[in-house]
């Protein structure tokens, strides 16, 4: 896996990179007199500086100026240079640079842009990801552009955002790769390739009893798939334990459902196009570890459980009105297939709520492609919908007021008594329903009631504000964010998640 690594630039001197990046809201103002001239006289001749991404040839340099639009109003973010960063990469790229540099001149006063410098080069990380199916067959040459210098970082500024980058382009491979490719057993090896040598442990179940025996919502969602070897189910746990004390623990379940035809509930009218993205969760978690590893940050230990599946439909799939007994002894009367995920995920909650009675300060989390209701209801953002304990301790507020600083937007939803109504048991033979029958996109509190579900089939129910050993839980529903323009099958995966965690536990 190669990522464009990020160098320290002290001080601007263009002349040492082969295409300087320019990237402002006024290019009038800028500290090299020399530069300065050349594209005010340039401006004088071209109107399209200011307005688009414009390539110069300042001194035999090449210099590109890419206009971030106004940053000074109500609704502006950081996304303003994220964006500007992946178009001035692509012409940097187009014109030949394979070492080019980032420039912000000027440093803004609002916080919302503390993190521009860091976040342009994340921007460029996000255009310059190759799927991992072109890089293995053209070879990683396939992209040219090595490293990115940033000018006026610092080392510690270039380690963590290398270490970032490193995971969002594993996250990208996992989720962005093909059906097959990415089958369970394969994301299981990409995984134990990618810590290998590594402060990060891994270990990988794949015996089908034990599959059955210790996860049966899981093993329900993967019955269709036993009778294809190479599409038989893993579950991926990966654990960081930093050196020193322990102050804080995070836990993590992802949903990785490698491909997702709906089961018995069929996707049909060309819905299932893209579905081999539905394990973004699982992705974007496993990235977030080699972020970790990469950084190695004091005082926080991570335990990441992976449960990776393939939904598919054939003589032994599951159908509606089947009652799963679940790892926690929860009756649960399956409502629709293609509601798979938290099925597939809840078992691996139960066993990291009982993990976590025994961790120091535990945070848990699910991170999943869930629901089309997040996306319908909250468009390109994250939807964390959280338990009482995590809303006490105000853990989503900060998190999502972490990744308003990193590109990285998502929405804080409430848990409420009707969600757990909706999917209460409509008769004594069951205990919870895992979902109605209709899409969640039309369904009202279509992403908050899955929550109430997870909490209930992972045990975490009894660990409320009122319980005597509360435990924070957020459930991270990435399926509006987790890929750019809500393309599933062609959209860049975007790692959804992993720089607000990065920048709000490791920094």
Not at 73 to 83: A, G, K, Q
Not at 297 to 312: D, E, T, W
Request: aromatic residues 8%; hydrophobic residues 40%.
């Amino acid at each position: 896996m190669a990522y464009p690594h990020a160098v320290a630039a002290p001080q601007l001197d263009h002349a040492k990179h082969d295409a300087l990046i320019i990237i402002a809201d006024d290019f009038s103002k800028l500290d090299d007199p020399n530069l300065s001239q050349a594209i005010k006289a340039q401006m004088a001749v071209d109107a399209r500086i200011g307005k688009q991404v414009t390539l110069l040839v300042v001194e035999s340099k090449r210099v590109i100026l890419a206009p971030t639009g106004p940053l000074n109003r109500d609704y502006d973010d950081v996304r303003r240079y994220f964006d500007a960063a992946k178009l001035a990469i692509n012409e940097a790229k187009a014109s030949g640079s394979i070492k080019p540099a980032i420039y912000l001149p000027q440093a803004s006063q609002d916080s919302r842009y503390q993190y521009a410098l860091e976040v342009a080069y994340l921007g460029a990380c996000q255009a310059l990801w190759q799927p991992l199916e072109a890089r293995e067959f053209h070879g990683e040459s396939i992209e040219p552009i090595t490293q990115i210098a940033l000018f006026g970082a610092n080392e510690q500024t270039v380690k963590a955002v290398n270490a970032i980058a490193a995971g969002q382009y594993a996250a990208r491979d996992l989720c962005g790769t093909e059906p097959e490719r990415m089958a369970p057993p394969r994301f299981a090896d990409y995984c134990v390739d990618l810590f290998k040598g590594s402060k990060v442990n891994v270990a990988v179940i794949a015996d089908i009893a034990t599959i059955d025996k210790e996860y049966p919502m899981m093993s329900t969602v993967a019955r269709a798939s036993y009778a294809v070897e190479r599409h038989h189910p893993r579950v991926v746990k990966l654990e960081y334990v930093p050196e020193g004390e322990v102050t804080r623990t995070l836990m993590f379940v992802g949903k990785g459902l490698v491909y997702d035809t709906g089961g018995a509930d069929l996707k049909v009218g060309g819905h299932m196009a893209g579905m081999s993205r539905d394990k973004g969760g699982a992705a974007s978690v496993a990235g977030f570890m080699k972020s970790v590893a990469d950084f190695q940050p004091q005082g926080v230990k991570v335990i990441a459980y992976l449960a990776v599946v393939r939904n598919s439909i054939g003589a032994d799939c599951f159908v509606p009105d089947e009652i799963i007994t679940s790892r926690e002894g929860v009756r649960v009367r399956i409502g629709n297939t293609d509601a798979e995920g938290r099925l597939a995920m809840g078992d691996l909650l139960s066993e990291m709520k009982d993990l976590a009675k025994g961790e120091v300060n535990p945070e848990i989390f699910t991170v999943a492609t869930l629901t089309g209701h997040a996306a319908r209801a909250m468009g390109p953002y994250s939807a964390y919908v959280e338990n009482g304990p995590a809303r006490a301790a105000n853990i989503s507020r900060k998190l999502a007021d972490s990744g308003d600083l990193w590109a990285d937007g998502a929405e804080v939803s409430r848990s409420r008594r009707e969600d757990y109504d909706f999917i209460k048991p409509r008769t004594l033979a069951d205990d919870v329903l895992s979902s109605n029958n209709a899409a969640s996109a039309v369904t009202a509190r279509g992403h908050q009631f899955p929550m109430a579900f997870l909490a209930i089939v992972g045990g975490l129910d009894k660990h409320g504000c009122e319980s005597a050993q509360p435990l924070p839980y957020v459930h991270m529903d990435i399926a509006g964010s987790g890929v750019e323009g809500g393309d599933w099958q062609h959209g860049k995966p975007t790692a959804a998640g992993l720089s607000s965690l990065f920048a709000r536990y490791c920094l």
